[in-house]
């Protein structure tokens, strides 16, 4: 080591108590002593700051760090004075402070005792301060999050734009970008932007191999997912992203309601919940904290042990660096994402009012996002792709930290397929989004494709051998290959490329991963609110099957009246040896529990007594109760005999929301008397025609029934006679 290197060294260990650098750090360092301009690129959790905060602490002046938000640099000023007996070593300057509190600032600086000053870029924008600045010596200039300065960097801010011509001002002083996230493409409008191409460049690798990717499809029982991963990470800190307050509230609640101490964090909340609600993560007093993506930045925990992602986020930027705030110690980090394209949908109807550069970037941003999570290639190899990184996915650093590489997605080859589906985008000249280039490929007509006559097209229904879920994939696939683009000025309307010309002229293997159920969970659940997922004791599951049967021929009636499927799973998830516990079970209330209950728990006893099965009691998930009120006001009202629309607009919801609502209380064993409002819709032959059908059938399901009369009825006077039927028989 040579005389400056050992010199470092000893600052490093009496400010941070360490006795090495981490990484690239030491070169940073020693390129910023050097005053030139230096460009870092570090992942979090690499130690960015530290890169900045040494250097400032051992040269003449005061450096100026620009850092976009209020509560990072709070943080940040904390930690630096709590390495030194001086308070005014480290300061902020932004609108918090009061007149008395800017003065006191401005002194420290003036009297050489500063040595970090915080701002806000609005901060540095005005004269007063600039002119201050100018008259004091500054070492160095830093713009931490430089990744701001990009409109292709996931966190835009217009006034880093104009930070180059402010430090212009202040003289010849170097400048310094961080930024733990950038792709090429930002890497190279930040130098520009702050006019540094000549900057030392240092880029650290962007793999996190203590972090474990995967992505789960997003079912209507995310909710009770959730809490069993949290439970099998019991007492592990974590940290859940939602995108909007609404769902952070709502899920903050569940996770309360059953025994997992949450707090909620997102803009919505006053200043102080949320500090204490942050700190009270950092104290570990909660173990979760539910938030929106503002939650985090600057966090430095290091032992938070897993990131779910509810929703899917806008960018895999966003994704990297919220994930990246999982195993900052390098011990485990499980990143867990929920994925349903539906999301990625409402985020494109987000973006659709905004003006069209900023939709193209986010489009192009999301794309990515779509082909990360149904990619069945290493999600480590693809994420670092995307990061200008090559990976090895066999023998790279945490290469089986991964579900696709653990759980190989089963391919099989689509090339005819794939011609097909060009075909019609380019035949049908570019007018369609998916669903109606899906619908033709299938033959289904809705109004769109009726208006434009496709339905007359001797190639319409051309790809009816298979169904729309399995088109819908394969589309999502060949436009993450690039065959097909979404157009950006006419929202969602698919667009074949030069390539996609290409392959229909000369097709090449196409190989297809099958596992694509990346849809919402079928309708028909809905009724009891979805099965559990998990896996069903399949023996337990036969025998309840057996005794419902047994049960329902004693009584007359057709099995799903007693319990339905979903509910029959249930049970045989978990375990119910009460009529108390019953109650927990999906679609089974009270008045159901009482009616039928006590021979299945008396067999489920047995059964787990005769097995020495250790029974899940954490599986049970309890609802929040919010719909209870709904629930009470609906009941009350047909007992009046209230038209259903005056219900529904009553409590704001739709007619299908209304009839849901129902269907959840006369499948839980609740009577509700709709003959009323039936007999407005349908005469009495009509009546006990459907009723006839569904005491002789096998199945409650609608497509079954709707099947079977044929077009004579429509889908809610299906569900409001299967309503009225289930209230009578079962209940």
């Known amino acids: 080591m040579n005389s400056n290197e050992i010199e470092i060294h000893k600052e490093l260990k009496k400010y941070f108590g360490f006795s090495q650098f981490k990484g690239l750090q030491e070169q940073v360092i020693t390129s910023i002593l050097g005053k030139t301009n230096t460009f870092v690129i570090m992942p979090t959790g690499g130690g960015k700051s530290l890169c900045y905060q040494l250097p400032a602490l051992i040269q003449e002046g005061t450096a100026i760090v620009v850092s976009p938000l209020i509560a990072l640099m709070k943080n940040q000023v904390d930690a630096i004075r709590s390495l030194s007996s001086e308070n005014g070593i480290a300061h902020v300057l932004n609108s918090s402070l009061t007149k008395t509190e800017i003065a006191q600032v401005k002194k420290d600086i003036t009297s050489g005792l500063t040595k970090l000053l915080y701002v806000a870029p609005e901060s540095l924008t005005k004269e007063e301060y600039v002119a201050f600045l100018q008259s004091v010596p500054i070492s160095f200039v830093a713009i931490d999050e430089a990744h701001c300065i990009s409109e292709w960097g996931h966190d835009f ?40 191409a000549d900057a030392n460049t240092f880029k650290a690798s962007f793999n996190r191999p203590n972090l ?26 974590g940290i859940i992203y939602c995108l909007s307050r609404k769902k952070v509230e709502s899920i903050a609640e569940v996770l309360q309601v059953n025994g997992i101490s949450a707090v909620p964090y997102h803009a919505g909340l006053d ?24 939650f985090g ?43 349903s394209y539906k ?42 792709h995307y990061f200008g990184e090559e990976f090895d996915s ?69 790809g009816s051998d298979h169904d729309e879920k399995y088109w819908m994939a394969l589309l999502r696939q060949v436009l993450v290959t690039g065959l097909l683009s979404k157009d950006i000025e006419t929202y969602g309307v698919i667009k074949i490329t030069q390539e996609g010309l290409d392959f229909i ?28 997922s998990g896996t069903a004791d399949e023996v337990l599951t036969g025998m309840l099957r057996e005794l419902r049967k047994k049960v329902a021929k004693k009584l007359g009636v057709p099995p799903f009246v007693v319990f339905q499927d979903p509910s029959i799973e249930d049970m045989a998830l978990k375990y119910p040896i009460t009529i108390q516990e019953l109650y927990n079970i999906h679609g089974v209330g009270e008045g159901k529990a009482k009616k039928y209950g006590s021979e299945f728990v008396a067999l489920i006893s047995r059964y787990v007594e005769d097995n020495d099965i250790i029974r899940p009691d954490d599986l049970v998930v309890k609802s929040t109760g919010v719909n209870s009120a709904n629930k009470l006001y609906i009941i009350q009202n047909i007992d009046r005999k209230l038209p259903l629309s005056d219900i529904a607009s009553a409590k704001g919801l739709s007619m299908d929301a209304l009839i849901k609502e ?36 096998e199945s409650d399901k609608i497509e079954d029934a709707l099947k079977e009369f044929d077009g004579d009825y429509d889908i809610d006077e299906l569900r409001l006679m299967r309503i009225k039927f289930i209230s009578e028989v079962a209940n």
């Open 662 to 697: 129902m269907e959840q209380i006369v499948y839980s064993g609740t009577k509700l008397n709709i003959k009323y409002w039936l007999d407005d819709i349908l005469d009495d032959d009509q009546q006990e025609e459907i009723h006839d059908y569904f005491m002789e059938s």
């Open 505 to 532: 002229k000369n097709p090449v293997s196409f190989m297809m991963s099958e596992d694509h159920e990346y849809t919402e969970a079928d309708d028909e659940t809905i009724v009891t609110g979805g099965k559990s």
């Open 297 to 339: 930045m600057g966090i430095d925990k290091p032992d938070v042990r897993f990131v779910i992602h509810h929703d899917i986020p806008k960018s895999l930027e966003s994704y990297y660096q919220e994930t990246g705030r999982a195993g900052r110690d390098g011990g485990e980090g499980h990143c867990l994402a929920y994925y």
């Open 394 to 462: 066999e023998n790279g650093e945490g290469a089986d930290m991964d579900d696709n590489v653990r759980n190989p997605k089963h391919k099989v080859e689509a090339k005819e397929q794939v011609v097909k589906l060009l075909e019609i985008v380019r035949d049908t000249k570019h007018i369609y989004k998916s669903k109606e280039i899906v619908f033709t490929l299938i033959g289904r007509i809705n109004a769109v494709i009726k208006a434009h006559k496709t339905d007359t097209q001797p190639y319409f229904g051309s």
């Open 157 to 196: 801010r217009p006034e880093y734009r104009n930070l180059r011509n402010i430090i212009k001002q202040l003289g010849k002083v170097p400048i310094i970008g961080l930024t733990a996230t950038a792709t090429p493409k930002v890497q190279e409008d930040i130098l520009k932007n702050l006019d540094m």
């Open 343 to 384: 999301d990625v949908e409402k985020l494109e109807k987000f973006m659709s009012g905004k003006p069209v550069a900023e939709q193209e970037i986010g489009f192009a941003l999301l794309q990515e996002v779509v082909a990360y999570a149904e990619t069945s290639m290493s999600r480590r190899k693809f994420l670092l």
């Open 271 to 294: 200043a102080k919940t949320r500090a204490k609600h942050q700190d009270m993560f950092l104290m570990e007093d909660v173990d979760v904290v539910v938030a929106t993506i503002a």
């Open 212 to 237: 474990y990717y995967e992505v789960r499809t997003k079912t209507k029982n995310i909710e009770s997912d959730i809490i069993r991963f949290i439970k099998q990470h019991k007492g592990k800190s």
